[in-house]
């Protein structure tokens, strides 16, 4: 909505006054904000306390009977008893068409909103503004990088690349859906001494039309056999060695497959022409089979980036730095910087091996510093588990005694561990797995209740969909530090605060509009007079409340606050269900409440995409 079509649609409601604009306000887009204004400013002429003071410190409640905007007098830091001022304020404050109540409540001040204005607002502004509803601009010209996912090369995609990706994706999506320009990164696992023996492996055990028919699986089933041979050869040759030291016998080791792995990774790091072109061709398989499997999670990356992109100049100028600042010391050949003066914890990070190869660490420095230089970033975000908090700590002090000023710039976004993630074929090992799996289980599900299976047109798509919606639901629904456990059974029901729930209830707004009869365009000059009823009311109020609860999770960085917020929102249209009849009902009154239908709608599926999901028609 623009500010003319505002103050118009204000002044039909017979509202006169300026709608002023505070810092961070956003009164076209977030109907509360036109409330905070109002009253901001109205209360500052009843208190003296300057506007903008009294606008930051407005809160949302949880319950409608403690009104829709509270003021815990507190938070202003005056000297008089708070209960005082907010009884004094709360008689002097002027009603008016937009607040219909102030009153004090001990030390708050509470405010109701007149409820007509607010259906006024709130449902056209939905209607009008769709996908857009609940956006903002906070974030316009600022750029920031999600970097997500990082699985690592021929190793398992476990639990915590599950995470980072979901957590990662909805981050990504949500600093768009704040007017930031984002840079989805994916910073594969795909360097380091494994990688020789991956490459040796290749050799051995490897072929081209498997490398090609399934390039993740296949380099993982090499790289587990070459692994098992290497062991057992360890094992042979300890055997062998113990025996002749029985026997008084010298013995004379054999070169050994980690030898061998050793030397060709020491290949690939000197930029070994013939092993970097192997290496090449292995890394872009595995990113064209993932490009298919992250487009069922709704996820596109800008860059795939990886630890065998940083330059060998970029981690040489870092040494540099490092050393010019004289934060490294030398320990036996090996390169370190020690971090316990500034915190214990911190320990001591290795930076180079003896034998001048680089680490995990030494090439997220690299990165990091040419991360800077190509996108000069306002914001970085690793999603990263929480086992890895040491290992970005060190990395952002590293930055920051390296005297980058950037340093400060760089967020690590945690979370806790997932239990029991498996699958049919038993414990997961990659992505497409756990989607196949999700699917499965979900087309199990679906099929319990035959009426309705027969019903859904393509039970395939719905099943992969839903199934993994029940997925990421259920990672996103708790704070993210917390642990869980993964269930299938609990994820995948229609009842209870699952990804199904969620689905259905988009599904059941869809088919209200099927069933009403009407277009969305008969709903267009609706009568929202006519939603008296108090579920109407609630269901208002909280729509009215998406956009702030796009900002908490902007704050907060936390997927709950959607999550949460959806289930709630749910709850409510649901218990309009009973009451708000469009069926059989006059054509004013049932485009009334199906326009509020149609918001709700909208709302839902904004908050879902926000997510990363895919609101479902029907089901
Ligand atoms: N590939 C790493 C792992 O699987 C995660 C990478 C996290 N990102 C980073 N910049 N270190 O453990």
């Known amino acids: 909505m623009s500010i003319e079509s505002l103050s118009s649609t204000l002044a039909n409601l017979g509202i006169k006054d300026e709608i002023k604009s505070f810092e961070g306000s956003n009164p076209t887009g977030n109907p509360f904000d036109i409330f905070r204004s109002y009253i901001a400013t109205e209360l500052a002429t009843v208190s003296e306390i300057p506007a903008e003071t009294i606008y930051s410190c407005l809160e949302t409640t949880s319950k409608v009977g403690n009104g829709d905007l509270i003021l815990p007098v507190p938070r202003l830091r005056l000297k ?58 906070s974030g316009a010209g ?127 790091e000197e930029g070994d022409e013939a092993a970097k072109a192997i290496w090449a061709r292995f890394r872009d398989l595995s990113i064209s089979k993932y490009v298919d499997t992250y487009s069922r999670l709704n996820v596109h990356y800008d860059v795939y980036s990886g630890e065998s992109q940083v330059a060998p100049e970029s ?92 340093a400060s710039k760089c967020v690590h976004i945690n979370f806790g561990m997932v239990t029991g993630m498996s699958t049919r074929k038993g414990t997961a090992v990659f992505l497409d797995q756990i989607l196949e799996t999700a699917k499965e289980n979900m087309h199990d599900v679906m099929k319990k209740n035959e ?43 229609f009842e209870g605060d699952t990804g199904p729930y969620l689905q259905y209830a988009h599904a059941r707004l869809c088919s209200v509009e099927r069933k009403s009869g009407y277009k969305s365009e008969d709903t267009m000059n609706s009568n929202y007079d006519l939603l008296v009823e108090q579920q109407a009311s609630d269901l208002i109020r909280i729509l009215a409340q998406y956009p702030d609860v796009v900002n908490t999770a902007m704050k907060t960085q936390e997927p709950s606050a959607i999550v949460t917020y959806l289930f709630k929102m749910s709850h409510v249209v649901s218990s309009c269900y009973d009451v708000l009849w469009v069926a059989n009902q006059e054509p004013a009154l049932a485009t009334a409440r199906l326009s509020l239908y149609l918001a709700a709608r909208q709302v ?16």
Request: charged share 25%; glycine share 6%; proline share 3%.
């Open 315 to 406: 981690m040489q100028k870092a040494l540099e730095i490092m050393e010019e600042k004289g934060i490294v010391v030398k320990d036996e050949g090996a390169v370190l910087v020690d971090l316990t003066p500034y915190n214990k914890k911190l320990g001591k990070a290795i930076i180079q091996k003896k034998d001048g190869t680089t680490l995990y660490l030494t090439r997220d420095i690299g990165a990091a510093a040419e991360r800077y230089e190509k996108y000069k970033f306002d914001k970085m975000i690793y999603v990263v588990a929480s086992q890895q908090d040491l290992h970005l700590n060190q990395l952002f002090k590293i930055l920051e005694l390296m005297g980058y000023e950037w």
């Open 451 to 493: 009426v309705k299976y027969a019903q859904v047109e393509d039970p395939d798509y719905i099943a992969d969909v839903v199934g993994i919606s029940a997925v990421m639901v259920q990672d996103m629904a708790a704070k993210r530090i917390n642990n869980y456990a993964f269930e299938w059974s609990r994820m995948l029901t």
């Open 80 to 137: 008089a008893k708070p209960a005082d001022l907010a009884a004094q304020w709360a008689e002097k404050f002027p009603t008016s068409s937009l607040i219909s109540q102030a009153t004090s409540n001990g030390v708050f001040l509470q405010f109701f909103f007149n409820t007509k204005v607010l259906n006024n607002l709130v449902i056209p502004s939905i209607l009008h503004e769709q996908k857009t509803y609940g956006t903002n601009k």
């Open 142 to 268: 600022k750029k920031v990088i999600v970097e997500f996912s990082s699985p690592n090369i021929a190793k398992p995609f476990h639990a915590g690349h599950l995470r980072s990706t979901i957590i990662g994706s909805f981050l990504a999506n949500l600093h768009e859906a704040c007017g930031w320009d984002v840079v989805k990164m994916n910073y594969l696992g795909d360097w380091g001494k494994q990688f020789g023996l991956l490459a040796i492996g290749f050799e051995k055990y490897g072929t081209e039309e498997e490398l090609k028919e399934d390039p993740i699986k296949h380099l993982y089933d090499v790289y587990v056999k070459i692994n098992a041979a290497a062991t057992a050869q360890e094992e042979e040759i300890k055997a062998a060695k113990e025996a002749a030291e029985k026997e008084g016998k010298t013995y004379e080791a054999p070169v050994t497959l980690h030898d061998e792995a050793r030397a060709y990774f020491k290949k690939m």
């Open 604 to 619: 839902l599926s904004n908050g879902m995409e926000l997510l990363g999901l895919k609101p479902v028609q029907r089901m």
